[in-house]
């Protein structure tokens, strides 16, 4: 297997160049050009703003070169994998790598319970009361919780850290509050760290596809709101970047297939375009030959063996869960397949495949002080 995501610049790197800049622990290799950017510019507030689904392949479709995002991109660097919000935005908030955190996909085989858990919601998958599941959240905060740089901020250093977004406790209600909450954060006195998150383009696009022209409005009207904020700000260095890309979908639906689903013993899980699928003793043979006679022109497919050896998931401590979520098989769509069944929903545009228009985000940085000169 070949691993295009680049672990010792990604998603986990930034967080932990930003962990060090505040002198917080982290666990993994930093990047040089953020850690001498951050030490010659010393700025008090450090921002990162991570707009959902909003790839670097998005960006080349609705926004000219002379754009304010195109002009302060730096790079294009990966996302971990798989290419999705799950995974990536809890990279990005711990400094951990998927195979540490366990965080894998939209939804997860929770052993202990022997379900297949919508991982956010906590609820079964398929069950479309959305019932929510007590020992799924109790599972989660045992195995799969992890202190968030901000955390560790707050709790190692002399500075502060805080999280902006429409979860969690102080949760903003819509775009502008959450822009005026990092304007107000960042005009307090002491040196800080804020990560801020939104959920589009990703939640739009979902819906649209990537093509729509509201897409470009939604990407326009944030790349406006930070300029702006941008302009208010002084010492600051903020961060612009996603936690995957998108591209526009064609479903597998698996129930026309039922000599296939035959093999299986559980749910199909992780996302639907990187599938982890669970086989009846005694029918690999039996699941591999069907898996090549429909899907192989679509899907690339991996033995749990294979996966782990590979490093796709991360380096680091693997979580105590890791193993056990992968069950027998991975299948990642290389094309614009995905799978669909019970309790996965038909969508215009997907992630967590492996093509470069899911795997690679934009780094935009942005010095306040630069542009207020």
């Known amino acids: 297997m070949i691993v295009k995501n680049n672990y010792n610049e990604c998603l986990t790197n930034l967080a932990c160049s930003i962990a060090k800049y505040f002198g917080a622990s982290y666990k993994h290799n930093t990047i040089d050009y953020i850690d001498k950017l951050l030490e010659e510019k010393n700025p008090k507030n450090v921002v990162t703003i991570l ?3 909003m790839g670097s392949s998005i960006l080349n479709k609705h926004l000219s070169k002379n754009s304010f995002f195109m002009k302060h991109k730096l790079k294009d660097i990966t996302t971990v994998f798989p290419a999705t919000t799950v995974a990536a935005t809890t990279s990005m908030r711990t400094g951990l790598n998927p195979c540490e955190t366990g965080m894998l996909g939209w939804t997860m085989y929770f052993d202990d319970l022997d379900k297949i858990i919508v991982t956010f919601a906590n609820t079964e998958k398929g069950d479309e009361t959305w019932t929510v599941i007590d020992e799924s959240i109790e599972y989660k905060n045992k195995y799969l919780k992890h202190k968030e740089v901000t955390d560790r901020i707050n709790e190692e250093t002399e500075y502060e850290g805080y999280r902006v977004t429409p979860f969690y406790e102080d949760a903003y209600q819509n775009i502008d509050e959450m822009y005026e909450k990092i304007e107000i954060l960042c005009n307090k006195e002491n040196k800080k760290y804020i990560y801020a998150y939104n959920d589009e383009p990703d939640h739009t696009m979902h819906d649209l596809g990537t093509d729509s022209d509201l897409i470009k409005k939604i990407i326009i009207k944030r790349e406006n709101k930070i300029h702006n904020l941008a302009k ?3 010492d600051t260095i903020i961060f612009v970047v996603a936690d995957h890309g998108h591209l526009n979908e064609e479903d597998i639906f698996l129930k026309e297939y039922p000599d296939f689903l035959e093999c299986l013993k559980r749910y199909p899980s992780i996302e ?15 699941f591999e030959n069907l898996f090549d006679k429909y899907f192989k022109c679509y899907f690339d497919l991996y033995t749990k ?4 050896k590979s490093g796709l998931f991360g380096d680091g401590e693997e979580n105590p869960k890791f193993r056990s979520q ?5 299948a990642i769509s290389h094309t614009k397949k995905a799978f669909i069944y019970d309790g996965d929903s038909p969508l215009s545009s997907q992630h967590a495949g492996y093509t470069d228009e899911e795997l690679y985000v934009p780094l935009i940085i942005i010095d306040t002080n630069e542009e207020n000169n």
Do not use: Q
């Open 232 to 234: 208010k700000l002084k």
């Open 51 to 53: 707009l959902d689904g």
């Open 272 to 286: 639907p375009r990187a599938t982890t699928f669970f086989v009846k003793d005694g029918m690999k043979s039996n």
């Open 326 to 330: 992968l069950g027998d098989y991975l």
């Open 305 to 308: 063996e294979d996966v782990i």
